[in-house]
Every structure is written in structure tokens, then in C-alpha cells.
């Protein structure tokens, strides 16, 4: 199943990297996520939208549309852009106050992604969730 912006439903990618049950089929999987993530345009790529800290290079952009945010991302990066799948995948079309009750870090915990997540990806990472929470 896929959402508006053809990615897949948070449900099914949860339950696919909870499913995997080794480190390289986890790689796997953020690998085959990575490609459900449409590119950003090179005018979306900006200083402003850069996620600073990252290891790669990523851009986040948010676009609210009826209380509700909508978000676009993109990484040089092909396992980082399984990441932003994860991650977009738990605030996608939520609203502002839905995203900020949530505790994006438990959340993502729960996606399996650790063995992934080295100190420096982890700061990332903490980056991305950060701008995300706090985005106006």
C-alpha cells in the first residue's frame, strides 16, 4: 500500500524491518526502501533544507497543507534514504500537535535500525527528528 506521495504506509515498513532478523536483512530492506523515495528537485536542495550534523548530505522539506505536514527528504546517501523512509513514514500526514505528543526516538526505536545507526548517524539522525519537532 502506498500513501498520496507513493510511499508505503507506516505499517508495512514498520512490520518489514521488524521482520528482518539479521543485520543484512535489514540492510536489505533499507536498501529496498530507498528507492520508494522520490527525489528532491535541485531547487529543493538549500542551505536552508539541509539537515545540518548528518554524515551524508540530507535535505528535509516540510509542507503543511490543511493542519496537516507533509514531508519531502532526499540523502546522497542510499542507506540514509531507506532511513528517511522510516522515519517519514511515522509523521507523514500528521498534524503539528500529533507530531509533537509523539516520541519520534521510542518510535523509531522500535523499527530495528540500531545495528545501523553509529554514533555519528545516530547525531543525524537526532538532526532529522529534531527539525521535524520543530519545524513551523
Same mark, same amino acid.
Given at each position: 500500500m502506498?500513501?498520496?506521495?507513493g510511499?508505503q504506509?507506516p505499517?508495512?515498513?514498520?512490520?518489514?524491518?521488524q521482520?528482518?532478523?539479521?543485520?543484512?536483512?535489514?540492510?536489505? @530492506?533499507l536498501?529496498?526502501?530507498?528507492?520508494?523515495?522520490?527525489r #528532491? &528537485?535541485?531547487? $529543493?536542495?538549500?542551505? /536552508?533544507n539541509? !539537515?545540518?550534523g548528518?554524515?551524508?548530505?540530507?535535505?528535509?522539506?516540510?509542507?503543511?497543507?490543511d493542519?496537516r505536514?507533509?514531508?519531502?527528504?532526499?540523502?546522497d @546517501?542510499?542507506?540514509?534514504?531507506?532511513?528517511?523512509?522510516?522515519? #517519514? &513514514?511515522?509523521? $507523514?500526514?500528521?498534524? /503539528?500537535?500529533? !507530531?509533537q505528543?509523539?516520541?519520534?526516538?521510542?518510535?523509531?526505536?522500535?523499527?530495528?535500525?540500531?545495528?545501523?545507526?553509529?554514533?555519528?548517524?545516530?547525531?543525524?539522525v537526532?538532526?532529522?527528528?529534531?527539525k521535524?519537532?520543530?519545524?513551523?
Open positions: 502506498t500513501d498520496s506521495l510511499q504506509k505499517v508495512n515498513i514498520k512490520a518489514q524491518l521482520a528482518c532478523r539479521s543485520k543484512e536483512e535489514t540492510f536489505k @530492506a536498501v529496498t526502501l530507498s528507492k520508494t523515495l522520490p #528532491l &528537485s535541485t531547487e $529543493e536542495k538549500t542551505e /536552508q539541509k !539537515i545540518k548528518c554524515e551524508s548530505a540530507v535535505w528535509l522539506v516540510m509542507e503543511e497543507n493542519d505536514r507533509h514531508f519531502k527528504a532526499d540523502s @546517501a542510499k542507506l540514509m534514504r531507506g532511513v528517511l523512509v522510516a522515519i #517519514l &513514514s511515522l509523521v $507523514e500526514g500528521k498534524t /503539528q500537535t500529533d !507530531i505528543q509523539m516520541d519520534l526516538k521510542a518510535e523509531l526505536a522500535e523499527l530495528n535500525l540500531s545495528s545501523y545507526l553509529t554514533s555519528s548517524r545516530t547525531n543525524g537526532l538532526a532529522i527528528l529534531h521535524i519537532k520543530n519545524e513551523t
